[in-house]
């Protein structure tokens, strides 16, 4: 008979692993709004990270190409930003506010920020540097 010591080590030992991961059980949207949370601290490659895991999850989460797009955009990558700004189009084309942004990125009416990268980090949403362009060029 297998010794009873044994035989309980080698069931926590698949036990463990499954209960561990059931209570935090990472979705698209929880990285998506770890994304955002990032993104609001100013830290855009992280958050950048968090939103392409979102849409890893679900290829079709507009929001996270936009996001990310936000992100490429902070980071003064404008081919990047406007290739996300694109897909998430492509998902969801009716949203005007995207659609302006990238007509104007890509007419160049709007270029990246020229500020330095260790700026104050922005809050969630359209970037500063949008807003304030937009509200000034009506």
């Known amino acids: 008979m297998k010794n009873p010591q044994h035989l309980f080590l080698i069931t926590l030992l698949f036990l463990i692993p499954a209960f561990s991961g059931a209570a935090s059980k990472v979705t698209p949207e929880s990285d998506y709004r770890k994304g955002l949370d990032l993104y609001s601290k100013g830290r855009y490659e992280a958050a ?34 406007l290739n996300a700004f694109e897909e998430s189009l492509k998902i969801n084309p009716r949203n005007p506010k995207l659609v302006k942004i990238v007509n104007d990125l ?24 949008l807003r304030t362009y937009y509200s000034y060029n009506r």
Do not use: H
């Open 48 to 81: 950048l990270v968090r939103f392409q895991l979102a849409i890893d999850g679900n290829w079709n989460f507009w929001q996270s190409y936009q996001m990310a797009g936000y992100c490429y955009f902070e980071m003064r990558d404008k081919d990047e930003a």
């Open 106 to 129: 890509k007419s160049g009416t709007l270029d990246v920020p020229v500020r330095p990268v260790e700026a104050e980090a922005l809050p969630v949403g359209t970037p500063v540097y």
